[in-house]
């Protein structure tokens, strides 16, 4: 009898994924193309597809990372689910129970740590599963004092928490595991100098209030960032080193500007999908991948082509009111980051008339952090002022 493997993806976005979940159990029947298991990375949750249709015959890996081209399972010919399964590798009881209890990696971990029944939890998450919020809510709610707590030794100084302090324990997520080593890689690696310059977004103020209902009838919202966008890839002409990579031996410079949008995902942490070849699209053009790649973040839908193949990463941290900062290249071995503060209305000199006056304009900060082995100020200071300089002349509508 030909067996059917089931392989992680070769080409999974970083170098390992966590299994989630197993949609099938052993001796049930699938279809090619189905989703049969779903892993996680850092970056984005996929689904692996039945590669033929038959029989689940085995889970080879029920739980824990696995590497790209990693074997997990094999699906046999057949047509009924009373056959024999070959033998399989011991795994937690749990994986195929009931699906309220089909529990991911770090929702296993923290049960197994704190002691708590799975099957008292109840599960909001899909189809009944429990999540890590569920845990967590569970293990606070039992925390809950309902009686005097017995007298117990009293701690050394260096040991007491604050007075009245109270905490809670939340495990890891794969993705704020891997964010934390990005950030400790890339600040371990690379010299990090920032510039900062500020620019009077007047003219794209105007040109968006004139633009913005010809977008929304085609259903696209004109935000600040497709101009931020547009205005990045007409300075990457006159430093071409900010978009590229470093690597031990050579540069790497890109003609293809593929910009990353960090993108918040509350206390989740941060994912950075690609609007590649921004160099050949249109304003609408980057307004509209703009907004199908942010709605696809925030619901949890990117795919791994999604945030794959970043030259240059864009942080606009003003829209959490933050008016200067000097961001962390998050994708090593990218060479720069640009930062974009806070929108505000201030004085500003200007001359009017051969003489000097003082106006009130619409100014943000925009710093720019560079890898230091790559970038010098010369080309740093460059590139912001073309980048400053195509948003205060933009042209009218």
């Given at each position: 009898?030909?067996?059917?493997?089931?392989?992680?993806?070769?080409?999974?976005?970083?170098?390992?994924?966590?299994?989630?979940?197993?949609?099938?159990?052993?001796g049930?029947?699938?279809?090619?193309?189905?989703?049969?298991?779903?892993?996680?990375?850092?970056?984005?949750?996929?689904?692996?597809?039945?590669?033929?249709?038959g029989?689940?015959?085995?889970?080879?890996?029920?739980?824990?990372?696995?590497?790209?081209?990693?074997?997990?399972?094999?699906?046999?010919p057949?047509?009924?689910?009373?056959a024999?399964?070959?033998?399989?590798?011991p795994?937690?009881?749990?994986?195929?129970?009931?699906?309220?209890?089909?529990?991911?990696?770090?929702?296993?971990?923290?049960?197994?740590?704190?002691?708590?029944?799975?099957?008292?939890?109840?599960?909001?998450?899909?189809?009944?599963?429990?999540?890590?919020?569920?845990?967590?809510?569970?293990?606070?709610?039992?925390?809950?004092?309902?009686?005097?707590?017995?007298?117990?030794?009293?701690?050394?100084?260096?040991?007491?928490?604050?007075?009245?302090?109270?905490?809670?324990?939340?495990?890891?997520?794969?993705?704020?595991?891997?964010?934390?080593?990005?950030?400790?890689?890339?600040?371990?690696?690379?010299?990090?100098?920032?510039?900062?310059?500020?620019?009077?977004?007047?003219?794209?103020?105007?040109?968006?209030?004139?633009?913005?209902?010809?977008?929304?009838?085609?259903?696209?919202?004109?935000?600040?960032t497709?101009?931020?966008?547009?205005?990045?890839?007409?300075?990457?002409?006159?430093?071409?080193?900010?978009?590229?990579?470093?690597?031990?031996?050579?540069?790497?410079?890109?003609?293809?500007?593929?910009?990353?949008?960090?993108?918040?995902?509350?206390?989740q942490?941060?994912?950075?999908?690609?609007?590649h070849?921004?160099?050949?699209?249109?304003?609408?053009?980057?307004?509209?991948?703009?907004?199908?790649?942010?709605?696809?973040?925030?619901?949890?839908?990117?795919?791994?082509?999604?945030?794959?193949?970043?030259?240059f990463?864009?942080?606009?941290?003003?829209?959490?009111?933050?008016?200067?900062?000097?961001?962390?290249?998050?994708?090593?071995?990218?060479?720069?980051?640009?930062?974009?503060?806070?929108?505000?209305?201030?004085?500003?000199?200007?001359?009017?008339?051969?003489?000097?006056?003082?106006?009130?304009?619409?100014?943000?900060?925009?710093?720019?952090?560079?890898?230091?082995?790559?970038?010098?100020?010369?080309?740093?200071?460059?590139?912001?002022?073309?980048?400053?300089?195509?948003?205060?002349?933009w042209?009218?509508?």
């Amino acid at each position: 009898m030909t067996l059917t493997e089931i392989l992680s993806p070769i080409a999974q976005e970083g170098t390992t994924a966590a299994i989630r979940t197993w949609f099938k159990q052993v001796g049930e029947m699938v279809r090619e193309g189905e989703p049969l298991v779903e892993l996680e990375t850092d970056k984005v949750a996929m689904e692996v597809a039945a590669p033929a249709t038959g029989r689940l015959a085995a889970i080879l890996i029920a739980q824990g990372d696995v590497e790209p081209g990693a074997l997990l399972g094999h699906i046999e010919p057949g047509e009924g689910t009373t056959a024999a399964a070959p033998a399989e590798r011991p795994r937690p009881p749990e994986v195929h129970a009931e699906p309220e209890l089909r529990l991911s990696p770090a929702v296993r971990k923290l049960v197994s740590e704190s002691g708590i029944d799975p099957a008292s939890v109840p599960g909001t998450g899909k189809g009944g599963r429990i999540t890590r919020d569920d845990v967590v809510q569970a293990l606070e709610q039992r925390a809950q004092p309902t009686a005097p707590p017995p007298l117990a030794p009293k701690p050394s100084p260096m040991a007491q928490a604050p007075s009245g302090s109270r905490s809670s324990i939340i495990p890891h997520s794969p993705m704020r595991r891997r964010i934390a080593e990005h950030m400790a890689h890339s600040v371990a690696v690379a010299p990090h100098v920032t510039a900062v310059f500020e620019a009077d977004l007047s003219a794209i103020i105007a040109h968006r209030a004139a633009k913005k209902a010809e977008f929304a009838a085609q259903g696209v919202n004109l935000t600040f960032t497709a101009y931020f966008v547009s205005a990045c890839v007409e300075a990457m002409k006159v430093a071409p080193t900010v978009n590229s990579r470093w690597h031990e031996e050579h540069l790497e410079v890109f003609s293809s500007v593929n910009i990353g949008i960090g993108t918040a995902l509350g206390d989740q942490g941060l994912i950075v999908p690609v609007i590649h070849e921004a160099q050949s699209l249109s304003l609408l053009g980057i307004a509209q991948r703009l907004q199908e790649v942010t709605q696809r973040a925030r619901a949890s839908k990117l795919a791994p082509e999604d945030v794959r193949g970043g030259t240059f990463t864009i942080s606009n941290h003003g829209v959490s009111g933050s008016l200067v900062a000097t961001p962390i290249i998050i994708n090593q071995p990218q060479s720069a980051i640009l930062g974009i503060g806070k929108l505000e209305k201030r004085v500003v000199v200007r001359e009017v008339g051969g003489s000097d006056a003082m106006l009130i304009r619409p100014m943000c900060y925009v710093s720019l952090t560079i890898d230091h082995r790559v970038i010098d100020g010369a080309q740093t200071n460059a590139w912001l002022t073309r980048f400053v300089e195509v948003l205060e002349n933009w042209p009218a509508p």
